[in-house]
């Protein structure tokens, strides 16, 4: 059973920067495509960055390019997201996934991916 455990969420000031952190358990480290997803009160889930099984594709959506950095170490079974010059548009809950499959392509749909962990809460004040 693939188990996700989101870390590293919190409170900043715009412009300020966090690091969020997946630990991930149950699968074979090479055959999992990852991805990160939040979704603010009110708004529908939307995909953020995505990484594909062998950490060499990525995937951002527009509102993050530039900002966010997606990477995992497959050594610990791990993925992370460095999110700098935050908005407070940014503020949301943000979920790991995890896709499984060897797949070398990363997507940000969210109905691709079968495991979630429980969230971490980013809040961006103005």
């Known amino acids: 059973q693939v188990q996700l455990v989101e870390s590293g969420g919190g409170s900043v000031q715009a412009g300020g920067s966090l690091r969020l952190s997946c630990a991930a358990s149950g699968y074979t480290h090479s055959s999992v495509v990852m991805g990160w997803f939040r979704q603010a009160p009110g708004k529908e889930r939307e995909g953020v960055a995505a990484?594909?099984?062998?950490?060499?594709?990525?995937k951002y959506d527009d509102s993050v390019k530039g900002r966010f950095t997606i990477f995992r170490d497959n050594t610990e079974n791990s993925l992370s997201l460095i999110m700098n010059n935050l908005k407070p548009e940014d503020t949301a809950m943000y979920y790991c996934?995890?896709?499984?499959?060897?797949?070398?392509?990363?997507?940000?749909?969210?109905?691709?991916?079968?495991?979630w962990g429980q969230g971490t809460q980013v809040t961006v004040s103005s």
């Open positions: 996934a995890a896709r499984l499959g060897h797949f070398t392509t990363a997507t940000l749909a969210d109905y691709a991916y079968e495991y």
């Open positions: 990484i594909d099984a062998d950490g060499q594709v990525t």
